[in-house]
């Protein structure tokens, strides 16, 4: 399929879902979606559409946490990315995870990063921060501040 | 008799994997896998939010060692993305120059590696001894061995000296005839064949499943390489061969990464015979609100850099996603049902690390050391040499 | 200086561990061992058990997971045990200083004989900084 019949594809068949569509450049498109179509839309993407599973960044924008699902076309060279925003108080979306492995660890990384409850998830478990870091102190959030103690600084983080 | 829990671990050097697999093997049989984090997390996305975009470059740049150029580069790429901007035809070939430098001495330090996991300890000597020339080259390039620093935002930071390119032809032609031997030596070796050929297969769809990158994913059939799929750089200047081989196991990992050593030597080669003159730097005063993804394909695969600016000096998110991170899962799909033995070559065959290798123990269920990383190391070496045996005997 | 480490220093055993560094320190340090410089020729070997090292190469900038495996490993290590900080992760946490994750430098954690700075030192620079180690404990080499 060529950029056009693949962009007209996903606006018909999810129309509903989408709530911008942002044409960036040739190669990069942003959509903007409902939290709830994630699942839909994602493994459309990836196992309908052949497009490779790049990577998921989720950034703290208060109010909201986006997360955005970025999935390259490599055929045609066009990187989609579906942003999707959560309410910052309570943060949960559905899991990619069980059907697709390569969701996997992303997931963990997000909501261990940004506190975001992936619902669904196989193996919530901790990714990358130490065991004895606390419960619910999320450092990529614009609100971190050092909780450490001991931490020997001249500066906050 | 029971299961056995095996710890291997924790070390790994990359920014997010350094890994504490737990292998539970079941006599010789490796019957499970499980992974632990964090041994090496720097919050690098968190200190690159408080930089400014140039400062940025070197954050990333130490992420991790061997691929610092693809890191920069990513990044770079990123932030040219958040507004549409041209770098010159220069500035685009020595980026190319220094990644596929980066590229040559990757492979080699993994070939050097592999051989020494195998027992082939001369492999390893010779391949890390080509290693030293590529970095010569880059020393004189960039004045440093490692951490180039030869990137920024609009260009490159220093440039080429037209007097410096006879000799780094010089030299990287001087590893031509090694590498040769090198490549017959391996890949030609009966024994090496009946060691790693049907080893740690990774199939096709499950390459998809996780979507595996780089020569991981190259070695199991599927044709994917950033720099054809989107060019960036200098790649679509000249011509050169994506090697994709389709049996998926430790052997094919092998082939790819050596077969593309040779294809970046023709492309550094290139670059540096044709080096277009020009401006190396296009400078950027402001960079204006968006955001911008930049992607690179580094030596183990895809790197990727995702970058927001909200129109100050800083970046208000940084993500940056390298390679290993989508490869290292395959690593459940390829060790289970393989042997302790095998466990070492098929974990070093995505080429995260030799670190974690190099500190593996195994435990009986009670806790109580068995082997360290030495004894599998050891225990892979033994194979091999009983197979050497038995083909010498043949 | 105590008969132990007297003979330590004839041919230091050295054990590498990292704390989270960004791996060039670690390559440079296999690179010591390669035909070019080739450490061995002064004795010096690249042990894999820290059960059998004299001398500890610490690279990284000490994150909190690996802190208190260092820690482990520092109390299993036979003494006398002299540490050697490689890199400026290790020396003053560099660029890291300001991250969520790596609180504390090394030297507030286990007691460092020599740094070696640099990102990434070169071989020659750390073959310099072992010689300079054993000159300093008092042994000829």
Redesign the interface.
């Known amino acids: 399929m060529t950029r056009e019949e693949v962009l007209q594809d996903l606006r018909g068949r999810f129309g509903e879902d989408i709530l911008e569509f942002l044409d960036k450049s040739p190669t990069r498109v942003y959509i903007e979606i409902k939290s709830e179509s994630i699942v839909r839309m994602g493994s459309y993407l990836f196992r309908n559409l052949g497009a490779r599973f790049q990577i998921a960044s989720g950034t703290d924008m208060p109010p909201h946490i986006e997360i955005l699902y970025h999935f390259i076309l490599e055929d045609i060279n066009v990187i989609i990315s579906l942003r999707v925003k959560l309410n910052r108080e309570n943060p949960e979306i559905a899991s990619l995870a069980k059907e697709i492995e390569a969701f996997n660890w992303i997931e963990r990384e997000i909501s261990e990063l940004l506190g975001v409850t992936f619902t669904g998830h196989p193996d919530p478990r901790r990714l990358l921060l130490a065991d004895n870091w606390p419960e619910c102190v999320y450092p990529l959030r614009q609100d971190y501040e050092e909780w450490d103690e001991t931490a020997d600084r001249t500066r906050g983080v | 008799m029971g299961k056995t829990i095996i710890p291997i671990g924790p070390y790994h050097p990359l920014i997010e994997e350094p890994e504490f697999f737990t292998l539970t093997v079941d006599g010789e049989t490796v019957v499970d896998i499980d992974m632990r984090m964090g041994y090496n997390h720097r919050g690098i996305e968190k200190l690159s939010e408080g930089m400014v975009f140039e400062n940025s470059t070197f954050v990333v740049e130490r992420i991790c060692g061997i691929c610092s150029t693809s890191h920069p580069f990513a990044y770079t790429r990123s932030v040219e993305d958040i507004f549409p901007m041209e770098v010159s035809m220069r500035a685009k070939y020595i980026r190319t120059i220094i990644a596929e430098g980066e590229r040559i001495h990757s492979h080699l330090l993994w070939l050097g590696l592999a051989g020494h996991f195998l027992g082939y300890n001369t492999v390893y000597m010779w391949a890390w001894k080509l290693r030293e020339e590529i970095l010569d080259v880059m020393e004189i390039l960039s004045g440093n061995r490692n951490s180039y620093a030869m990137f920024k935002p609009g260009g490159v930071r220093r440039d080429i000296k037209a007097e410096d390119i006879p000799l780094c032809l010089k030299k990287i032609n001087s590893i031509v005839p090694t590498l040769i031997m090198l490549k017959k030596a391996v890949l030609d070796d009966p024994v090496l064949h009946a060691r790693l050929k049907g080893v740690g297969v990774l199939s096709y769809q499950e390459a998809i499943d996780f979507s595996a990158l780089g020569p991981t994913s190259r070695a199991s059939g599927v044709s994917r390489d950033v720099r054809k799929d989107s060019p960036y750089g200098a790649y679509q200047e000249m011509d050169w061969n994506m090697i994709v081989t389709k049996n998926g196991d430790v052997f094919d990992k092998a082939v790819v990464r050596i077969l593309e050593t040779f294809e970046s030597i023709d492309i550094t080669k290139y670059c540096l015979e044709n080096l277009p003159d020009g401006e190396i730097d296009a400078s950027i005063k402001d960079v204006p609100v968006g955001e911008g993804i930049g992607h690179v394909e580094a030596p183990r695969g895809e790197t990727f850099h995702y970058v927001k600016s909200d129109g100050t000096n800083r970046p208000v998110r940084h993500k940056v996603r390298a390679p290993t991170f989508m490869n290292l899962p395959t690593y459940k799909a390829t060790v289970i049902g393989q042997t302790i033995s095998d466990a070492t070559i098929i974990l070093a065959a995505i080429d995260p690390c030799y670190c974690c290798t190099e500190r593996v123990a195994v435990k009986d269920d009670k806790g109580k050391m068995l082997y360290n990383g030495q004894d599998l190391v050891r225990l892979s070496r033994e194979k091999t040499e009983k197979m050497r045996q038995r083909m010498g005997a043949k | 200086m105590s008969l132990k480490l007297k003979a330590l220093l004839k041919s230091p055993w050295v054990f590498h ?2 704390t ?9 340090i ?2 010591c061992l ?3 410089f080739d450490i061995e020729r002064f004795g010096m070997l690249l042990v ?2 820290i059960k059998h090292a004299d001398v500890l190469l610490v690279t ?2 000490c ?4 802190v ?2 260092l820690k482990v490993l520092y109390d299993q290590v036979p003494k006398p045990c002299l540490v050697v900080a490689i890199g400026t992760c290790t020396g003053s946490r ?12 090394l030297d ?1 954690i286990i007691p460092v004989d020599v740094y070696i700075p640099g ?2 030192p ?1 071989p020659e620079a750390m073959i310099a900084g072992i010689v300079k180690l054993i000159q300093k404990v008092g042994g000829t080499q």
């Open positions: 561990l990292s989270g560094s960004c791996n060039n320190c670690d390559i440079e296999l690179d390669t035909p070019r894999g058990s990284g900038s994150n909190r997971m690996s208190e495996r560099g660029l890291f200083i300001d991250s969520y994750n790596c609180p504390v430098p507030k990102c990434p070169k």
